[in-house]
Every structure is written in C-alpha cells, then in structure tokens.
C-alpha cells in the first residue's frame, strides 16, 4: 500500500514566496522592476489582509504574462526550475524530502504555487503527482493572467487529494501556513515548518519502521 507523502513549496519547500523570483527571472530585471512598481499597490493590499491571494496573483499575472502563448513561457519556467528555485530552498526540509523518497514514498506536491514551474521542479526531484494553480488560456491559447479553476490552497488542497488523486489519509504532510490547515489535517504525522519550532533549519530523521 503506497504512503502518500505531501509537501506543500513555498515557505515549506523554500524559504519564501516564489511567483515574483520566477516573474523576475522571466522578465529581466528591468522590465521587472516596471512590474513591481505596478504591483505594488496590489501588493501592499494583500499584505495589509485588504487584498486576497488571488487578486495579487491575478494582478501580477495579468501584468507580466497576459497575451503570451503558454509555451513561450515554459523555456523560462523549466530554467526557474532547474536554477532558480533551488537557491531558495531550506536544505533541511529538502533533505527530509529526499529521505522519505529514499524509503520508496510516494511524494505529491500540494501547492498554491505555478504548475508552470512547480512541476517541472517536482518531476526533477521525483515526485509522484503534482497539484498545482494552474493559469488560464483563452480560445487561442493565449494567458489571461487569471487562474484556470481555484487557487490550491486551503480547502482546495484537500478537495484536489481526494478528488484528483483518490488521497483520503496521508502518511505525512509538511505545511507552514493557515494554508495548509485542511491537508495537514489528512496527514498521520502533520508537521508545520515554523520558525517558532525550528523545523526550517533543523529536521531530525525520520523514525525507524
């Protein structure tokens, strides 16, 4: 019987967010720039709790992305994955990430990060399954900058590990944020990476068994 393992990405995985670092990375750092000046009142907002997740993502999307052909875009996400987004990455959840691996775990990354770079990311690290927010195209295949379907996070987690993968119980689950609540609540072993408890510089081995 597979042990589903699941790991949320960004301030789990990473040491923070990662959509701007990828947006920069594509852009350049000019037109990067121009883009977080516009967003910055978006962003503020969100961060004041005035905003949600969803309007600053939309907003950053729309303005970085819109009009662009997916596949455009997927030469930048696939070099964010490979050179990018290692950098931010918390060596010590990285290495419990890799040793649950090791024991033949079936990983799955629960993230209301970019499936356009998350996967490609995940499938390099050995992930069995990937649920992501995904990014809507119109009639011609063009980004909107609007999210196809919810943004994975919260309920949406665990609405997407029963429904899309058929998860009803997780072995172990590793979040950081209100978030993560519902899908750490699947898990037998829910562990939050928190700077209160340390986990983000130190994990200890995982039991024996």
Same mark, same amino acid.
């Given at each position: 019987m597979k042990q589903w393992v699941a790991f949320d990405l960004d301030g789990t995985l990473t040491r923070r967010e990662t959509l701007l670092y990828f947006l920069w990375a594509q852009q350049?750092?000019?037109?990067?720039?121009?883009?977080?000046?516009?967003?910055?009142?978006? &962003?503020?907002?969100?961060?004041?709790?005035?905003?949600?997740?969803?309007?600053?993502? +939309?907003?950053?999307?729309?303005?970085?992305?819109?009009?662009?052909?997916?596949?455009?875009?997927?030469?930048?996400?696939?070099?964010?994955?490979?050179?990018?987004?290692?950098?931010?990455?918390?060596?010590?959840?990285?290495? /419990?990430?890799? +040793?649950?691996?090791?024991?033949?775990?079936?990983?799955?990354?629960?993230?209301?990060?970019?499936?356009?770079?998350?996967?490609?990311?995940?499938?390099?690290?050995?992930?069995?399954?990937?649920?992501?927010?995904?990014? +809507?195209?119109?009639?011609?295949?063009?980004?909107?900058?609007?999210?196809?379907?919810?943004?994975?996070?919260?309920?949406?987690?665990? /609405?997407?590990?029963?429904?899309?993968?058929?998860?009803? /119980?997780?072995?172990?689950?590793?979040?950081?944020?209100?978030?993560?609540?519902?899908?750490?609540?699947?898990?037998?072993?829910?562990?939050?990476?928190?700077?209160?408890?340390?986990?983000?510089?130190?994990?200890?081995? &995982?039991? +024996?068994?």
């Open positions: 350049g750092n000019l037109p990067a720039l121009g883009l977080l000046l516009r967003t910055a009142p978006v &962003l503020v907002g969100y961060g004041m709790g005035w905003r949600s997740n969803v309007q600053a993502k +939309e907003t950053a999307l729309r303005l970085a992305l819109a009009g662009r052909l997916p596949e455009e875009i997927a030469p930048a996400a696939e070099h964010f994955a490979r050179h990018g987004l290692p950098q931010l990455l918390r060596p010590a959840v990285l290495a /419990r990430l890799r +040793e649950h691996r090791a024991r033949g775990h079936s990983l799955v990354l629960v993230t209301a990060t970019l499936e356009l770079y998350a996967r490609p990311w995940a499938l390099q690290e050995g992930f069995a399954a990937v649920l992501a927010t995904r990014i +809507e195209t119109d009639a011609q295949g063009r980004i909107t900058g609007r999210l196809a379907g919810e943004n994975c996070w919260g309920p949406e987690k665990a /609405r997407r590990l029963r429904e899309d993968l058929g998860i009803e /119980r997780l072995a172990y689950a590793y979040g950081n944020s209100r978030g993560d609540r519902e899908m750490l609540a699947m898990a037998e072993q829910p562990i939050c990476i928190a700077r209160s408890n340390g986990f983000g510089r130190n994990l200890a081995p &995982l039991a +024996e068994g």
